[in-house]
């Protein structure tokens, strides 16, 4: 009953109910319930989640989608806030809801508290249901950098509300404000995670106090975010992902171990407080009940989400590469659960300011009670149902990680050649300053001179190995038979030996990095950032075109003559013009003379048509040698019909025939006959036939 139960009810909602029964049972003992508090919330619950999350934050993920996330974090929370506060404002005015004491400024305080997605819920839900990658780091991102907006807004309305009016000085403050707490929250994590991170490299004699230090440096970092009213679920954020690599570099893999379990049990710990309370508080605080204004509120927060996330998907898509489908659109809408910051932020409220307090956090747990129950119980089978793509559970492996680098280092040649400069160009720009700095100061030993690669190897064989060990097949395995996991490995690792590669010296290795740097700052230099759409065209194009046409024509023209090799393609002059004969003078080289008739009987006479000399029948033969063209047919007709049979010819005519292609033999050799060779001394000099 109970398995089946949790596959359909999230564990949020089970724990809620548990909440509500223990703040009945105690409110019918007579006791008074605790309220959830909310420095309690904020200073001891709220801080193991998002270190947990910020600790084992998907960097590549989360990185590549970072323009969208912030996108939906920022404009998305400010429309929804605006949105909500602006119409609530409105619904508050009409007479018949009885609210028109509530002002602008609260409503707009009301729907900053209101819009915010909770980190905390949708871990709770989105962990169960096993979403893909895409979808999961949106929501969950989006739930954790819109914190600082929620921030910003609710101490602005806070403040403008107990003054009373707005200027647009005080608009542009809030703007300042929203990037001072933003980044500032990021360079107070950043700050603390690199102490961290510097901390464990001198640990290696202690391995008892590295996980301390951890947990210690990011408490810090959170509490002096919050000091300073900057965004402490920020500090955190940036504090674990940046301390992680360099610190899980620097630890035991122990002290790995008691840092991943200490925080998932850390976090969870706090998520069940969080949602237990809830249900207390539901039952211990005091309500005031509005039917218009929860009904309204539950419905505006509905339809700003999905006019929020539909308008903003529109002009996303238009600069992502993988576009988000309508399904993606309608599970971001869906997920957008809101859960006990709200509740928190709402406690908050001075009541002598604001006397609407008990009805907006009544409205305010409606609200969590319809997201977490509602959508979180139907989000499951409506996943199912439109068939969205789920998480495949898959270890990495060496494969995919060679893939990945090289796919990385050859978009960014490519960007580099093209002369763009895309985010894999400045990821290859912080990895090699990364690489050549950091790394060296933060990470001890021969670990940071390791390329990327090789440690991620190390680790799967180390993880490959233990694995073994714990499942007891290394009992089996014998010594002798070859294995992808080394059990050396489990050793504290020996120097590294050097490579057996042929070695160049250091100055012949200095002038191949100064010509290859040289080389592509003036390509980079020399060519501009462009796209397919914007080249510009070759001034040689034309011109090369132009050769081509011409070169196909001639293999055309050659084609045709080599079919007309056949036919008796020379040009002669007409029948009625005397023959002529070319002579070269030293005057005149290209001058012509007039060649006596002599034998006329004997030369054959052509006959040309004029009007097309190129083509094959405009040439015919007329007269040769005087004889009659009666079997020049014949034997054209032979040739096209093939072997005839004709009847045995005289002697007579058996010796003309004979005598016919003796003369015919004779004109070839003729016609084929280059004539005497000339002397090479002789060439310039002039002739006469």
């Known amino acids: 009953m109970m398995p089946r139960l949790s596959s359909i009810v999230p564990e949020s909602c089970l724990l809620i109910v548990v909440g509500l029964l223990v703040g009945g049972i105690i409110k019918l003992v007579g006791e008074k319930p605790p309220v959830l508090d909310s420095k309690v919330f904020f200073l001891y619950l709220l801080p193991p989640i998002i270190l947990d999350a910020g600790y084992f934050l998907p960097i590549r993920p989360f990185t590549e989608n970072i323009g969208t996330i912030l996108i939906f974090a920022v404009v998305g929370t400010l429309w929804n806030a605006f949105f909500i506060g602006g119409v609530l404002y409105g619904v508050c005015q009409i007479e018949g809801a009885n609210l028109q004491t509530v002002m602008l400024l609260p409503c707009l305080l009301f729907g900053s508290i209101i819009s915010a ?119 955190l954020i940036a504090c674990g992902a940046i301390m992680r690599p360099y610190v899980e570099a620097n630890i035991s893999h122990k002290s790995h171990t008691t840092i991943k379990y200490f925080l998932k049990m850390w976090s969870s710990v706090s998520e069940t407080l969080i949602f237990i309370f809830l249900g207390v508080s539901t039952v211990a605080g005091s309500h005031s009940w509005n039917w218009t204004f929860v009904v309204v509120t539950i419905i505006l927060c509905m339809v700003a989400r999905v006019l929020g996330v539909i308008g903003l998907t529109y002009v996303i898509n238009k600069f992502r590469i993988v576009k988000l489908t309508t399904k993606d659109q309608f599970i971001i809408a869906y997920g957008g659960l809101r859960g006990a910051i709200a509740f928190s932020l709402g406690f908050l409220l001075d009541k002598d300011h604001f006397p609407m307090r008990d009805m907006f956090l009544t409205a305010i747990i409606t609200v969590i009670f319809f ?104 009992v089996k395995l014998p010594s002798a038979m070859p294995s992808t996991v080394s059990m050396q490995n489990i050793q504290p690792k020996k120097p590294p030996l050097e490579r057996a590669l042929p070695q160049i010296s250091k100055s012949r290795e200095e002038e191949i990095r100064k010509i290859l740097r040289t080389n592509l700052q003036k390509t980079r230099q020399r060519l501009q950032s462009y796209n397919r759409h914007t080249l510009v065209a070759d001034p040689y194009e034309d011109g090369w075109n132009d050769i081509l046409i011409k070169r196909k024509k001639m293999m055309e023209f050659e084609k045709r003559i080599s079919q007309m090799n056949n036919y008796l393609t020379v040009p002669a002059p007409p029948p009625d013009s005397p023959t002529i004969a070319r002579a070269r003078l030293s005057s005149d080289p290209q001058a012509w003379s007039i060649k006596p008739a002599t034998d006329a009987g004997t030369i054959p006479s052509i006959k040309v048509d004029l009007a097309s000399p190129q083509t094959p029948d405009s040439v015919n033969m007329v007269d040769e040698f005087g004889k009659p063209a009666s079997r020049i047919p014949r034997e054209r007709e032979e040739e096209e019909e093939g072997l005839m049979m004709r009847p045995p010819l005289g002697e007579k005519e058996e010796k003309e025939e004979q005598e016919e292609g003796k003369e015919q033999q004779r004109l070839l050799r003729c016609l084929s006959d280059p004539g005497p060779a000339v002397a090479e001394e002789e060439e310039d000099e002039p002739f006469l036939p």
């Open 371 to 474: 997201t977490v129950f509602v959508q979180g119980m139907t989000i499951r089978p409506l996943v199912d149902l439109l068939a969205v793509k789920k998480k495949q559970e898959t270890k990495r492996s060496i494969n995919e990680e060679i893939h990945t680098q090289f796919l990385d280092h050859l978009l960014t040649g490519i960007e580099d050649i093209c002369g763009h400069y895309g985010h894999h160009h400045w990821k290859d720009k912080l990895n090699r300053f990364n690489k050549k700095y950091v790394k060296k100061c933060l990470i001890a030993g021969e670990r940071s001179k390791e390329p990327q690669l090789i440690a991620f190897y190390h680790k799967m064989e180390m993880k490959q190995a233990i694995e073994l060990v714990e499942s007891g097949g290394g």
């Open 117 to 235: 997605v909770d980190p905390v819920a949708v871990l709770a839900v989105f962990e169960e249901i096993h979403i893909n990658e895409l979808l999961h780091i949106l929501v969950f991102g989006e739930s954790l950098l819109n914190d600082a907006v929620t921030v910003v807004l609710y101490h602005l309305f806070e403040e403008y509300a107990g003054v009373g009016t707005v200027t647009i000085i005080d608009v542009f403050l809030g703007i300042v404000s929203f990037l001072v707490v933003s980044l500032g929250g990021v360079m107070v994590g950043a700050i603390y995670g690199v102490l961290a991170a510097f901390t464990s490299r001198f640990t290696a004699h202690t391995r008892v106090i590295e996980p301390l230090f951890v947990f210690v440096y990011s408490y810090m970092a959170y509490l002096s975010a919050e000091v300073f009213h900057l965004s402490g679920i920020m500090a």
